[in-house]
């Protein structure tokens, strides 16, 4: 049976509160949430610190949940419009920043700290912890991880099953493990109004 389309708007926007709303209790324990900022599936959350997450943010826990976790004084920040796809693990010792309109792959891995030292793992001494910075614009794709102490910069992408072990410039293109330029991309003010280079 055809829905007509103000039936399926209204569909919609039903499903939209519920998402607004499920994400609003799956993610009470973080400080500050953004409005919109919308959820299906599941979410962890331990926060012994500061977690903020912004304006319109989409989490997809369907299929794996996805991990926020602050350590004690640790700071996660997530900016507005980012989109968290199932299976995600995001951990601050110290400091993580996640800017505006990013994408996070599936089973992707952002921690700042090793969690053990080399020669004494069984320890439960934490080493110290390095912020990670992801600027505005980044695409993770699946199965990152990124590493302490790394900025990736704005409208970077990073392809599939790359391990960030240092800086990535802004508008590049990076792959492998460890994660290497492959290409620059393109600045916006280089793209016309259907996204190729000009
Ligand atoms: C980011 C991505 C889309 C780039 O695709 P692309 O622009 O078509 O890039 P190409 O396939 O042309 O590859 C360009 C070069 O990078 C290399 N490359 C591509 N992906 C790579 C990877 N994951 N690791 C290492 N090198 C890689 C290619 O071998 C190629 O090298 P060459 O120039 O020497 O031949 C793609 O690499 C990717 O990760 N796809 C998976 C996206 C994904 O995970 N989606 C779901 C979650 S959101």
């Not at 996070?104 to 001494?125: A, Q, R």
């Not at 390095?130 to 990152?144: K, M, Q, T, Y």
């Not at 590493?147 to 792959?175: C, E, F, Q, R, W």
């Not at 492959?182 to 190729?196: A, F, T």
Request: proline content about 5%; glycine content about 10%.
């Amino acid at each position: 049976m055809k829905l007509n389309k103000s039936v399926k708007a209204v569909i919609d926007k039903i499903w939209k509160i519920k998402e607004v709303s499920w994400a609003k209790y799956s993610l009470r324990k973080c400080n500050s949430v953004g409005p919109l900022t919308r959820m299906v599936g599941k979410i962890s959350v331990n926060n012994l610190g500061i977690i903020r997450l912004g304006e319109k943010v989409k989490i997809w826990g369907t299929l794996i949940p996805i991990e926020l976790v602050a350590l004690p004084n640790a700071e996660l920040i997530i900016g507005d419009n980012v989109s968290i796809n199932f299976g995600v693990s995001i951990c601050a010792q110290k400091s993580v920043t996640i800017g505006n309109n990013c994408g996070i792959g599936n089973y992707s891995l952002i921690m700042d700290t090793d969690f053990h030292e080399i020669g004494n793992h069984m320890s439960t001494k934490r080493p110290s912890a390095e912020p990670i910075i992801i600027c505005d614009d980044v695409w993770l794709a699946a199965r990152v991880i990124v590493m302490k102490g790394v900025t990736i910069g704005k409208g970077a992408v990073v392809s599939a099953g790359s391990v960030v072990a240092t800086n990535v410039p802004p508008y590049t293109l990076v792959g492998g493990v460890p994660a290497r330029i492959i290409k620059k991309l393109p600045h916006p003010d280089e793209l016309n109004q259907e996204g190729e280079a000009v």
